[in-house]
T-cell receptor, first 113, second 111 residues
Framework: DSGVTQTPKHLITATGQRVTLRCSPR?????VYWYQQSLDQGLQFLIQ???????AKGNILERFSAQQFPDLHSELNLSSLELGDSALYFC????????????FGQGTRLTVV | GENVEQHPSTLSVQEGDSAVIKCTYS??????FPWYKQELGKRPQLIID?????GEKKDQRIAVTLNKTAKHFSLHITETQPEDSAVYFC??????????FGAGTTVTVRA
């Protein structure tokens, strides 16, 4: 167990819908990363937050948004869902904003039908 | 931003042989290079990392080398075992805070 908690573990929804994925980082970690992993693909960086502020942005679609709350948990919102958004979404956390190990949650498997 | 390339994409080795995975990065400001192992259906987990102030690091059967001049780093697994079969990802941190990953190498260890 990495100490990073992601909910839900599985999510099935229809095209056009909106979902929210939740991540609770390890106790004491200030930095949260979101990654997307499509079938047989690598880890695509979406966005990073550090202590409530956005610090880095990857190839995140405009239909996607995220935030980190004062208690440091983070949510990734995916809207107007398309079939191609089906993937495993990982959250990771680390103590500092760079140069330290990132611990991954178990992921949320999103299936859009 | 940082761009990390990883080769090969698949690697099949005989049990007991060595496996080598190579990565290159683009951002000369990168100073942290972790390697993650992802078993089927599981989350990526750190197996070893190296910082730019050292050229090599070992941990039992795993070693990582870093060449900052050439901007490449490699993972070496010696005496491979069936439990080494997994997808391995390299990563680099860049100067924009994000940890960028390579595309992954699927390693299969043949018994």
């Amino acid at each position: 167990d990495s100490g990073v908690t992601q909910t839900p573990k599985h999510l099935i929804t229809a095209t056009g819908q909106r979902v929210t994925l939740r991540c609770s980082p390890r106790s004491g970690d200030l930095s949260v990363y979101w990654y997307q992993q499509s079938l047989d693909q690598g880890l695509q960086f979406l966005i990073q937050y550090y202590n409530g502020e956005e610090r880095a942005k990857g190839n995140i679609l405009e239909r996607f948004s995220a935030q980190q709350f004062p208690d440091l948990h983070s949510e990734l919102n995916l809207s107007s869902l398309e079939l191609g958004d089906s993937a495993l979404y990982f959250c990771a956390s680390s103590v500092e904003q760079e140069n330290t190990e990132a611990f991954f949650g178990q992921g949320t498997r999103l299936t859009v039908v | 931003g940082e761009n990390v390339e990883q080769h090969p994409s698949t690697l099949s080795v005989q049990e007991g042989d060595s496996a080598v995975i190579k990565c290159t990065y683009s951002d000369s400001a990168s100073n942290y290079f972790p390697w993650y192992k992802q078993e089927l259906g599981k989350r990526p987990q750190l197996i070893i990392d190296i910082r730019s102030n050292v050229g090599e690091k070992k941990d039992q059967r795993i070693a990582v080398t870093l060449n900052k001049t050439a901007k490449h780093f490699s993972l070496h697994i010696t005496e491979t075992q069936p439990e080494d079969s997994a997808v391995y990802f390299c990563a680099a941190n860049g100067n924009d805070y994000k940890l960028s990953f390579g595309a992954g190498t699927t390693v299969t260890v043949r018994a």
